[in-house]
């Protein structure tokens, strides 16, 4: 009991990577959020944890959102920004704020205010009760979004996910907790065109999930819309392995054992049943 109370009072340290496209109306706000948690806190389970530093990803979006993070980095030493020479998407900036990062641990959030900095003394007390290294937080109401894109976000973390991995991880969230030497290593080592958490699956054993709220964005518009949503899709399609190449390998074996039976039975059935066997039996074939 007296080891379990030390490791509760140990302080640890927190990295937060806000991966930034249309940040120039939110990014002032989560920073003051954020601010308390610069001091040492205790999280609702009593552990003890301080973030460090805030790093800022430019990733070029089109609303000027660099002179915002410049702003912030002048006022708040505890700001760090990293600059990506063109936009290359929220995973590929995410794994570059985390090969920035110096903490013990990382928090990944987004720009637009729908996750609460306050949950995080939630998920630092999910990984210890869990002994987690990876935590995803797991909203408890719906997002605030369009039921198109819902649909779609279900769509694919429910069905195609299961398809394209082993599906033992099909909760993921961009609001996440994780090692912070794990972070490092993966990001040294992917790609930019990696869905990060799939490439977290392939190191990360342990996975826990940590109840949230979220909230309605604080921007005026979505910086997801189609053509990001489907560029996240087919990352995730790119970075699943072999496992889409061997469902098309057994849809072509499939159609080809099916295609042999249908020209045997049209053949079988004009010669002994006297079927009339017209165009369409040799094109099916």
Same mark, same amino acid.
């Given at each position: ?8 009072? +140990? ?95 990382? +928090? ?151 295609? +042999? +039976? ?24």
């Amino acid at each position: 009991m007296e080891s379990e109370i030390e490791s509760s009072r +140990i302080q640890h340290s927190v990295s937060v990577v806000v991966p930034v496209y249309l940040g120039s109306q939110t990014l002032s706000t989560l920073i003051e959020e954020i601010r308390p948690f610069v001091s040492p806190t205790l999280s609702p389970e009593g552990i003890e944890f301080q973030v460090k530093e805030v790093v800022l990803v430019n990733d070029c979006g089109p609303d000027g959102s660099e002179h915002t993070i410049r702003e912030l980095a002048l006022k708040n030493d505890w700001v760090k920004p990293v600059w990506l020479s063109k936009n290359y998407g929220q995973h590929a900036a995410t794994l570059a704020g985390m090969a920035a990062t110096t903490s013990e641990w990382i +928090i990944t959030i987004d720009e637009d205010g729908q996750q609460n900095p306050n949950d995080f003394g939630k998920l630092l007390d999910t990984a210890a009760a869990n002994d987690a290294s990876l935590v995803y937080a797991k909203p408890i109401n719906r997002p605030p979004h369009g039921i198109i894109r819902n649909t779609l976000s279900w769509l694919v973390k429910n069905t195609l996910f299961r398809l394209l991995t082993d599906g033992t991880h099909n909760n993921f969230n961009s609001f996440r907790l994780v090692s912070g030497s794990i972070g490092r290593t993966l990001a040294a080592y992917v790609g930019d065109g990696v869905y990060l958490d799939v490439a977290l699956t392939w190191i990360v054993q342990n996975v826990a999930q940590c109840p949230v709220q979220l909230r309605e964005e604080t921007r005026d518009n979505s910086g997801y819309g189609f053509r990001q949503l489907s560029s996240h899709f087919w990352r995730l399609v790119l970075s699943a392995g072999t496992r889409p190449l061997r469902i098309v390998g057994l849809l072509g074996i499939t159609s080809f054992i099916v295609g +042999i +039976i249908a020209a045997i039975t049209i053949v079988i059935g004009k010669f002994n049943y006297g079927y009339a066997v017209s165009g369409w039996a040799s094109l099916l074939a």
